[in-house]
């Protein structure tokens, strides 16, 4: 039998339905323009990026372009809400993709993920030079040389040598009817 391992999630009720019907859901693109409104862009610009650099870690199926984000521990589940269900998930842990959540989160907000306290520190004072913060380097069109070094920092991502948090998040590329070991509504 192949390791697997607990995770829980938190999704639209609708899920039910899809798992139900296709038995297995994914992300779609919609969902996240729908949820995420007039910020949608920029979460996909980082779910861009994410989908490229996961996928040579886990490979996701050919019609996979999102993750699905998963809480790895029951204590760490988010709460549920109305018009949501909260899965219990059993998978085998080579299908997950574990990370530091404050490493993601500098990510969603375009920042720089330092290697180290010296690395932050030359870092800082580069962006002091040039009176600007991460945000403004990633998102103006003056400052490439920084956002490209902002982007190749999102590399240390998946380092498990460099810890930001210890709280950790996973993904999975799809969630299969028969992986579901129990639906809260």
């Known amino acids: ?30 969902y996240i323009v729908n949820k995420m409104e007039e910020h949608a862009a920029l979460y996909l610009d980082v779910y861009n990026w ?3 650099a996961a996928s040579k870690i886990v490979q996701p199926p050919e019609d996979v372009q999102y993750p699905i984000w ?19 998930i059993l998978v085998e842990q080579a299908r997950l993709i574990t990370m530091d959540i404050d490493k993601w989160g500098r ?14 520190k030359e ?8 009176g600007i913060d991460d945000c403004t380097a990633y998102m103006k069109p003056f400052y490439p040389n920084i ?5 190749k920092s999102w590399d240390r991502l998946f380092d498990e040598s460099i810890i930001l948090s210890k709280v950790r998040v996973g993904t999975l590329w799809e969630l299969k009817k028969e992986w579901i070991v129990s639906i809260t509504k």
């Open 1 to 30: 039998m192949k390791n697997k391992v607990k995770v829980w999630t938190k999704q639209h009720e609708n899920i039910v339905k899809d798992l139900e019907t296709n038995e297995r859901y994914i992300v779609k693109k919609e």
């Open 107 to 120: 990510i969603v907000n375009y920042m720089y993920i330092p290697a180290d306290a010296q690395d932050k």
């Open 123 to 130: 870092h800082d004072t580069l962006l002091a030079r040039y």
């Open 147 to 151: 956002k490209r070094k902002i982007i």
């Open 70 to 88: 998963v809480s790895l521990t029951e204590e760490g589940k988010i709460e549920n809400s109305p018009g949501n269900v909260q899965l219990e």
């Open 50 to 52: 994410y989908h490229q």
